[in-house]
């Protein structure tokens, strides 16, 4: 025997399942209060980041694969090693050569927003 709600009929209990759905599967759209919504950023806040274009998104996860996170922060000769002991290819190292002396770098997108000399 199919339990099921003696109040309603099939039909209104289908409805009734829909118009919770999105709040039950946390779909978006489903119903919420108005105070649980975010706010939009106000005046105060950071300004978003750039994003990067496709081909130098690629360009920058590739980099940032030879570098290893133990290396950070670290300088020149820090993140060298760092990317030998990774078997970076030869344009990686290159870049990595091409790094200002005495600077501590703390992130890869630090790294990669010096300028390339070469």
């Keep these: 025997m199919e339990r099921g709600n003696s109040k309603h009929s099939p039909r209104v209990d289908e409805q009734m399942r829909q118009e919770v759905l999105g709040t039950v599967q946390g779909i978006a759209g489903g119903r919420a209060e108005e105070w649980k919504m975010a706010e939009p950023a106000g005046e105060d806040q950071p300004e ?13 996860s590739r980099f940032g694969r030879y570098i290893g996170m ?3 922060p670290g300088d020149r000769d820090a993140l060298r090693r760092s990317a030998e002991t990774l078997d970076a290819p030869d344009d990686v190292l290159a870049d990595l050569d091409t790094l200002p002396d005495g ?11 010096v300028p390339r000399t070469s």
């Design 48 to 60: 978003s980041t750039r994003t990067l274009e496709a081909e130098s998104a690629n360009a920058l």
């Design 70 to 72: 133990s290396a950070m």
């Design 103 to 113: 600077v501590t770098f703390h992130t890869v997108t630090e790294i990669w927003a």
